[in-house]
Nanobody
Framework: QVQLVESGGGLVQAGGSLRLSCAAS????????MGWFRQAPGKERVLVAR????????FYADSVKGRFTISRDNAKNTVYLQMNSLKPEDTALYYC????????????????WGQGTQVTVSS
């Protein structure tokens, strides 16, 4: 049974940092692309960053480029999202997702999802 479990969310002041973790289990993810999405109240779920597990290649949304870094730890089967210089507009529920052999950008293309972790940035 595939499981993606996010952690690391919380309340932080603007300009602060958080690191989200996504622990993946239940299968080998070497052929997967892992994505971090976020969804603010009343808005669509959007891709923030993704990483191809096999070669570590990455993609970032323009809104987070230069502030967020996605990475993976093969030994721990965990994907991270380091978030620096946080802004109030980064406030959202953040989800981890897995896409088999793809470079997907839309939620519907992802096969597995975590339950989400809340990030709140105060001004």
């Amino acid at each position: 049974q595939v499981q993606l479990v996010e952690s690391g969310g919380g309340l932080v002041q603007a300009g602060g940092s958080l690191r989200l973790s996504c622990a993946a289990s239940g299968r080998s993810f070497s052929s997967y692309t892992m994505g971090w999405f976020r969804q603010a109240p009343g808005k669509e779920r959007v891709l923030v960053a993704r990483i191809k597990w096999s070669d570590g290649s990455t993609f970032y949304a323009d809104s987070v480029k230069g502030r967020f870094t996605i990475s993976r730890d093969n030994a721990k089967n965990t994907v991270y999202l380091q978030m620096n210089s946080l802004k109030p507009e980064d406030t959202a529920l953040y989800y981890c997702a897995a896409d088999y052999q793809g470079l997907a950008r839309t939620p519907v293309e992802y096969d597995y999802w975590g339950q989400g972790t809340q990030v709140t940035v105060s001004s």
